[in-house]
C-alpha cells in the first residue's frame, strides 16, 4: 500500500497500513480528494464534497489510533453517502431542485452514525436519480452521472454517484438505497459489489423515502469482504425510529470465509431474458466456476416472475406519489422531466390495484422461499446488459429494441418484492471494457451464506482486481 | 370544493401521461408498458392471499 495506488486499497490492507503507520488517514483522504478534485467534472458522482471536515475527521481517527483508541476495521476509511440520507450540518438535495434551497440537516441519519462511531471518514455526498426514482443517475440539476469504465455511458442508478465513486477510486465505500434495484444495478455497471440486504436489516431513519414498503439501505465496495465489514457496522442496532431488525447478527468478516463446497446453488434461468450474448456467456462461464468450487447447480424458473414490473409498479407509485402529491401539485415543473412522468403515471394506480400488489409479493415471496427451502443460493445475470449509452433511448438485445430503463431493473427489483436479500459481483468485462455482474439472492437474514459463495467466487476470480482510468474532463479555454 | 380541484389535478395528470410532453415514442411506449404491467395482474391467482402490509399492534401482554 503506497498514496498514490492506495485508493484501491481494501479495507483490510489499509487498515494493516494504518495500525503499520505506513499510511495515515489523513493522507489517505487527501489523496481521494484530490483525485475528486481532478476527475468528478467527468463524472459528477458528488453533489457536495466535505473537504473541511473530512480532513478533521481523518485527523481525529489518527489521533485516537496513535493513542491506542482503535475503533475496528472500519477506522480512518473514507465513504461516501448518497445525498438521499441526512448528514448533521448538511442539505440533502435527493438530487433535486425542490431541495437546493432546504434547511441543513439537524441530524445524522441512523447509518451515518453507526459509521461515524466505527471511526470512518465521511468524504461527501453522491449524485443520485432525482429522489431515487429512476434507474439511470441521469440528473438535469447536478449533471448525469457517467460510467468510469466509459464516460459515454450511464453508471445505472438510482445510487449512480455511490458507484461510480467505488469504481473510480474515489472512496473506499459507499452507502446507496435499493427500491428496485438501485444499490445492485449502478454497481454492476460500474463494476463493484453492491448488497441488499435483507428488508429493514439496515436502519432507514432520515432517508428520504421513495417506498417504504420496498426501500432498503446497504453497501456499494470493490470487495465481497469490505462489503461484510462494512454491513457488520451497519446493521447492528436496532432503533426506535425505523424497523430495522432485532436479530443476533453474525460477524460477516468471519462468514466469508467458511468453505462453499457441497452448497447447492439455483440457477434462475428467464428472469434476465432477452439477454446480452456477452452477458449470457459471461454469467455461463461464472457457474463452471461455482461448479469448480464444489458448488452444486440445479436449474430453477419463477414463473410469476413475470409479472415482477407490475407489481412493483402498483405497490412503488402509489407509494412515492403519497411522499411527493404536495410538491407534485404546487411545484410540479421543479421536478425533473422524467419523475413528473413517473409521479403522473402514479396516478392511474388504483387503491385495488396497490392492493393486489401487495398480496401479488405474497405469492412471489412463497415462490423464491420455495425455491430457498432446497438451496442455499439463487443465481441469475444482475442485468441483462452492459451500461447503455447516455445518448441513446433504445437499447438492441437479441432481435429486440427495448427502453434502457425498462430493462435494467428487470432482475433486480423481485428481491425488493420479497424482502431478500441480494449481492451483485463483478463476473466479467465485455469486448469493449464494460462491466458484467451476476446476482445471488438468499433467506431473510442470510447475508452470511451470501457472502460467503459471493467471496468464494471472487478469490477465484479476479474481475475485482481491475481499475478504470478516468481522465479529467478536457477543459475548453476561454477566448 | 377542494374534491373538484384534485379531480381537475388527476386529470390533467392522466392526460399528461396519455400525451408526453416531449411527444416522444419512447414516452408514450413507456406509458402505454406501465398500464399494460399493472394491468396484467389480473391474471394472478390471488384467491386466499392477504397483502403482505398487515396492521400489527405494538405487543404489550397486560
Redesign the interface.
Known amino acids: 500500500v503506497s498514496v498514490g495506488t492506495d485508493r484501491f486499497g481494501t479495507i483490510a490492507e489499509l487498515g494493516r497500513a494504518f495500525r503499520d503507520g505506513r499510511l495515515s488517514p489523513v493522507e489517505l483522504t487527501a489523496s481521494f480528494l484530490a483525485e475528486i478534485e481532478r476527475v468528478d467534472t467527468s463524472l459528477h458522482a458528488f453533489i457536495e464534497v466535505l473537504a473541511t471536515s473530512a480532513l478533521e475527521d481523518a485527523r481525529r481517527a489518527a489521533h485516537e489510533l496513535q493513542n491506542g483508541l482503535d475503533r475496528g476495521p472500519l477506522h480512518g476509511i473514507p465513504f461516501a453517502i448518497k445525498d438521499l440520507i441526512d448528514v448533521r450540518g448538511v442539505r440533502t438535495t435527493a438530487g433535486s431542485r425542490l431541495l437546493r434551497e432546504s434547511p441543513v440537516a439537524v441530524r445524522d441519519a441512523t447509518v451515518v452514525s453507526h459509521l461515524r462511531s466505527a471511526g470512518a471518514v465521511l468524504l461527501g455526498k453522491t449524485n443520485l436519480h432525482e429522489f431515487a426514482f429512476g434507474p439511470l443517475s441521469t440528473n438535469p440539476n447536478f449533471g448525469d452521472v457517467a460510467n468510469p469504465w466509459d464516460l459515454r455511458c450511464h453508471s445505472g442508478g438510482s445510487s449512480g454517484g455511490s458507484a461510480a465513486a467505488v469504481a473510480a477510486g474515489l472512496c473506499v465505500f459507499s452507502i446507496g438505497t435499493d427500491t428496485t434495484g438501485s444499490i445492485r444495478i449502478p454497481a454492476a455497471l460500474c463494476g463493484v459489489v453492491g448488497v441488499k440486504p435483507t428488508f429493514g436489516c439496515v436502519s432507514r431513519d432520515a432517508v428520504i423515502p421513495l417506498s417504504w414498503?420496498l426501500d432498503h439501505v446497504g453497501p456499494i465496495t470493490r470487495t465481497v469482504a469490505d462489503a461484510a465489514l462494512v454491513l457488520r457496522v451497519i446493521t447492528n442496532v436496532a432503533t426506535a425510529s425505523s424497523p430495522s431488525c432485532n436479530v443476533g447478527w453474525p460477524d460477516y468478516a468471519q462468514s466469508t470465509s467458511g468453505d462453499v463446497a457441497g452448497l447447492r446453488i439455483a440457477v434462475l434461468r428467464g428472469l434476465a431474458d432477452p439477454v446480452d450474448p456477452e452477458v449470457a456467456a459471461a454469467f455461463d462461464i461464472a457457474i463452471s466456476t461455482f461448479v469448480e468450487l464444489g458448488m452444486e447447480i440445479e436449474v430453477v424458473s419463477l414463473p410469476?416472475a413475470q409479472?415482477s414490473?407490475?407489481?412493483a409498479?402498483?405497490v412503488l407509485f402509489p407509494e412515492a406519489l403519497a411522499y411527493h402529491q404536495r410538491n407534485l401539485?404546487e411545484r410540479q415543473h421543479e421536478f425533473a422531466?422524467d419523475v413528473r412522468?413517473r409521479?403522473?403515471?402514479a396516478?392511474?394506480?388504483s387503491g385495488v390495484?396497490y392492493?393486489?400488489?401487495?398480496?401479488?409479493?405474497?405469492?412471489l415471496?412463497a415462490e423464491v422461499e420455495d425455491i430457498l427451502s432446497r438451496v442455499s443460493a439463487i443465481v441469475c445475470p444482475t442485468e441483462p446488459i452492459v451500461a447503455p449509452r447516455i445518448d441513446e433511448?433504445?437499447v438492441v438485445v437479441g432481435a429486440q429494441s427495448l427502453?434502457k430503463?425498462?430493462i435494467v431493473t428487470r432482475c433486480t427489483r423481485l428481491f425488493n418484492l420479497t424482502g431478500h436479500p441480494a449481492i451483485t459481483v463483478p463476473c466479467g468485462y465485455s469486448r469493449a471494457g464494460m462491466p458484467i455482474a451476476l446476482q445471488l439472492a438468499g433467506a431473510h437474514y442470510g447475508e452470511s451464506v451470501l457472502l460467503r459463495v459471493a467471496h468464494a467466487y471472487q478469490s477465484a476470480t479476479q474481475w475485482h482486481t481491475r481499475h478504470p482510468d478516468v481522465l479529467p474532463m478536457r477543459r475548453i479555454p476561454t477566448m | 370544493m377542494k374534491s373538484d380541484r384534485t379531480d381537475v389535478?388527476?386529470a390533467q395528470?392522466?392526460d399528461?401521461?396519455n400525451t408526453?410532453?416531449?411527444g416522444?415514442k419512447?414516452?408514450a411506449?413507456?406509458?402505454s408498458?406501465?398500464?399494460?404491467?399493472?394491468?396484467?395482474?389480473?391474471?394472478?391467482?390471488?384467491e386466499g392471499?392477504?397483502?403482505?402490509?398487515t396492521f400489527q399492534p405494538p405487543l404489550s401482554i397486560r
Open positions: 414498503s410469476s409479472h414490473a407490475g407489481i409498479s402498483a401539485r422531466a412522468d409521479l403522473a403515471q396516478s392511474l394506480v390495484d392492493v393486489n400488489g401487495q398480496r401479488a409479493r405474497r405469492v415471496m433511448e433504445m427502453p430503463a425498462s | 389535478y388527476r395528470l392522466i399528461d401521461v408526453p410532453r416531449d416522444s419512447s414516452s411506449d413507456a406509458a408498458s406501465f398500464r399494460r404491467s399493472i394491468e396484467a395482474l389480473k391474471y394472478l391467482d390471488l392471499v392477504e397483502p403482505i402490509v
